[in-house]
């Protein structure tokens, strides 16, 4: 078993996918996501792996170099950030389009104007209604997990995933993690072997993103949406089978107990709660922190019924009845949902899912609290005063700064 190591984030991520062995890795450099690819490109350079690791011109190149080959039926990687991402877009819908089981690590961070290199949720929000899976992790442990998590549901569901993970806060923090080994990695995620007729052979001709008529396009897009939202289980059983077969030693960070933890969303607090929230990502540590300060379950910041915290790790497929459930078994009378983006104009994306799953399965009240853009501090102190404004604010969206 491997043990525990103390590593920055994103030499956590090289690592594990060093071992995850891709045949084809290409990216572009861009804060806050370089440490991985610079990490990657320092094991090939040192002889370390044999994937191939071509040198890209941009974002653009970079991704449009992978879909060609993983249209070739190899296994494939790529990470970016920000802008990095939205000149990737074309071909981020076209892979998804192609059903190719592609994996990117996105290294959350604000989009220009202005200019930002910190972190929010807003770059992988542009990319939403894309066609992929996006997982988010809450700290270093988690964001292994979910790489190689990924590679089997891409390679599973001939969908593509995205790891995100937030900049700075996890690229370049440290934390104590364990990186299983390719032994280990193997026996959960075995070598790709696409089906005949899924990649490109000269001795099987076929064709990937071919021209649609309106007589087929509706029903190629009603598929991929069907397959994503069939993913939901297939997520919590691979996410099952994982914690099986690599029980790994978890870290202190990731360790805490959990009433509900299955792959797409996590319940952490008493088993009955009169506030909740609802957040993706690395806030949500300093959530859990709030949450074992109170001197019990019923006596936080006077508020009777306890707080708890609904993280959600998987935000495409949104796993809306999966959190309507939780939140009826926890008897959730008030209901924060934090998040680090916004959808400019109406209210935060996640908010707007949120709302749209419990329309008329809960009469909990329903807040939305917009924070950390632009890389603004979340501190203790706010997420306090968000709970104890969440039963009475008269605003369903605010913009918190401190």
């Avoid at 292994?144 to 995933?161: D, G, N, S």
């Avoid at 069939?230 to 690599?246: F, G, H, P």
């Avoid at 202190?252 to 299955?262: E, Q």
């Avoid at 009777?304 to 796993?319: A, C, E, M």
Wanted: hydrophobic letters at 40%.
């Amino acid at each position: 078993m491997s043990k525990p190591q103390i590593l920055e984030g994103s030499r956590a991520i090289a690592l594990t996918i060093k071992n995850i062995k891709p045949a084809v890795v290409s990216a572009y450099p861009i804060t806050p996501q370089t440490h991985i690819v610079e990490d990657l490109a320092s094991f090939k350079a040192d002889g370390e792996t044999d994937y191939e690791y071509v040198r890209a011109e941009s974002e653009f190149a970079a991704a449009s170099i992978i879909l060609g080959a993983a249209a070739t039926g190899v296994r494939t990687y790529s990470s970016t950030s920000s802008q990095g991402l939205l000149l990737m877009t074309e071909v981020i819908f076209n892979i998804a389009g192609m059903r190719l089981p592609v994996v990117i690590t996105c290294a959350n961070r604000a989009v220009s104007a202005p200019i930002n290199i910190w972190n929010d949720a807003q770059d992988v929000m542009t990319i939403r209604d894309a066609g992929w899976i996006l997982l988010f992790a809450e700290n270093h442990q988690e964001a292994v997990t979910q790489h190689i998590l990924a590679y089997k549901l891409a390679e599973k569901l001939r969908l593509p995933v995205m790891v995100n993970v937030d900049g700075f806060i996890l690229t370049h923090s440290y934390e104590e993690v364990v990186i299983p080994s390719a032994e280990e990695i193997k026996r959960f995620l075995p070598d790709y072997q696409p089906k005949p007729g899924t990649y490109l052979d000269p001795e099987n001709p076929r064709t990937f993103g071919a021209f649609a008529a309106p007589e087929s396009y509706l029903e190629i897009r009603q598929e991929l949406h069907d397959d994503l939202l069939a993913s939901l289980d297939v997520i919590k059983s691979e996410y099952q089978k994982y914690n099986k077969i690599i029980p790994l030693k978890k870290s202190p960070i990731a360790d805490r107990k959990s009433h509900i933890d299955d792959g797409l969303l996590e319940y952490y607090g008493p088993a009955h709660a009169k506030t909740v929230i609802i957040a993706m990502g690395s806030v949500v540590g300093t959530i859990k922190e709030v949450i074992d300060e109170k001197k019990s379950e019923t006596d936080l910041l006077g508020l009777s019924g306890g707080v708890g915290v609904l993280k959600i790790k998987s935000f495409r497929p949104f796993p809306a009845a999966e959190l309507a459930e939780v939140l009826k078994i926890v008897g959730a009378k008030h209901i924060a949902v934090m998040e680090k983006a916004v959808s400019l104009g109406y209210a935060g994306p996640l908010y707007i899912d949120v709302k749209a799953a419990l329309q008329g399965k809960t009469s909990a009240t329903v807040k939305n609290f917009i924070v950390g853009l632009g890389g603004r501090d979340i501190t203790k102190k706010m997420i306090k005063n968000i709970i104890a404004k969440t039963p009475n604010s008269g605003k369903e969206v605010e913009f918190v700064g401190k």
